[in-house]
């Protein structure tokens, strides 16, 4: 409705900024209490990062894993979660919260709206390593079940993504099929699903929860982007103020604002300001530019966590670029491969290569206070043998196929050195050392052959020619700082309380799990988890004469 006598073009109850897992799912519990429910993209296309990712859902203590057979225990999650974010979260109590809420959430989304789920059979990322509260399998990651967006959606399909971004992904297999054998059965279901336009992943997650949305009347508009919160007198935020067109517009919010709107790797004053040091933003193009975290911030948010990330390793290949022919960053391939390892600008290794994605590459920015330097600044790179060439596949360099011109050759250590800039004694000395050892199945610089997810425990000498190298750098999946929240997605206020009228969830708000990445879909469970929360709470609120 429009309400031009107090200076709005539009009035609603709810107005949430953004269109991914968090922001969707709000919107559903926003409306699902009674409100009046305005959803807002800036993007041409639905569903943010969450659209284009893994899809995946870290959600311990699921009711999927108990009708399994196989029941998660509130003490080991918490302990888990405790132990890996190693005091750091900046708000312990959220830890609690999310163990508590987890199972809820996604009953509620199953039982109330189109998506339907699967377990992954995916550990916990810290599963190799002797903690508490580890789980192995089943784990307790779900995934949405792939969903025939063609026949569902005819008018949304060209504004979901048909795939994600990410090469190691495959197009049309889950999370689960990603890693099983490609049998004829399997082969006929992917051919099926693609002429049939039924996308797996984090587009399924999108589609399903975009549905149930369309099913209640909820509406979204895309090439919409907000600009600024509104406040009154008193500081609660009453609406937001929306460019599209060409045209700004007010819109008034009687009961609240939900900001899930990303994080800010795509703005390179932010990332300098906050991380420190470049990281290669791997989701969608100049999405997440940090129009969350300013508007918060205006609004007069405490924040936290704002040097975090949600990290990978990234590799560029020159056959994946924009149209102006700036590459885009990719997903890793090949690191953990026995015969590899990586070095950084003086030809030594820095870190476990087999370490969780999220965590190598944090050992990017590692100050050394004696060099006065970072000296594992970006680019790094993976340098492996002919056996890795020829049964692993890097970027769109394939097992059997040709060398393509990016990659760098070389018959000896020395000359390959030579070719990206090292040191050639020092990385023949890196490798004749890592040899040693790798050939007693052993790595006492770095426990690779004890700890880790990308192939633990697998070590081999670096010793048929030719030899390779690729460069590697530092990449986000997205930021994970942003205004601090509390138990029901409130953003607080610095000095103490709660700015009225402000939500936030998913990379938007301060991450409940502080600097750590408990396992493979802990982004989007957080989200997930923290926007049931704000939705629920934003509906449960007094309309505002705004």
Known sequence: M??????????????????GGAALVAAT?????????????????????????????????????AEDGAPDNRDDILAYLKRVTAGQASDPDLLDVFVDTAPEAIKYLVDHTPLTVHVCPLIDYYAPWDIPGR????????????YPVGKELPDWQDRIVSRGTLM???????LAEDFAPQTPELLAELARREAEDIRPKGAALIARLFKGLLERGVTTRLDTAVRELVTDDSGAVVGVVVEHDGRTRRIGARRGVVLACGGFEWNPELVRAHIGYDVQPLSPLGNNTGDGLLMASAA????????????????????????????????????????????????RRFANEALPYNEFPKAFGRYDPDALDFPNRGPAWLV????????????????????????????????????????????TATVERFNTYAAKGEDPDFDRTGKGLMAPGRVAPLERAPYYAVAIHPGTLGTNGGPRIDRNGQVLRQGGGVVPGLYAAGNTAASAFGWSYP???????NGVVFGYLAGRHVAEQASRAV
């Open 300 to 347: 007069g948010a405490a924040l936290a966590n704002l040097a975090s990330y949600w990290g990978t390793p990234a590799m560029f290949d020159p056959g994946i670029a924009q149209e102006n022919g700036e590459l885009i960053p990719q997903f890793e391939w090949g690191r953990g491969t026995p015969a590899s390892l990586i070095v950084n600008r003086a030809g």
């Open 519 to 525: 396992s493979a879909g802990a982004t989007i469970g």
């Open 384 to 427: 492996f043998d002919s056996s890795v060439r020829e049964s692993q596949r890097i970027l769109s360099m394939l097992p059997g196929g040709p060398d393509p011109d990016w990659v760098h050759r070389a018959d000896t250590i020395a000359e390959l050195a030579e070719l990206v800039s090292l040191d050639p004694e020092a990385l």
């Open 2 to 19: 429009t309400d031009e006598a107090n200076g709005w073009d539009e009035t609603v109850d709810v107005v949430v900024v953004g269109s």
């Open 168 to 174: 190691s992904l495959g197009a049309a297999t889950t």
């Open 29 to 65: 519990l926003a409306h699902d209490g009674g409100a009046e429910v305005l959803v807002l993209e800036k993007a041409g296309m639905l569903g943010g990062t969450t659209a284009v990712s893994g899809g995946g859902m870290w959600l311990p203590g699921n009711h999927l894993a």
């Open 135 to 146: 789980r192995f399998t089943p784990g307790r990651t779900l995934e949405a079940n792939p």
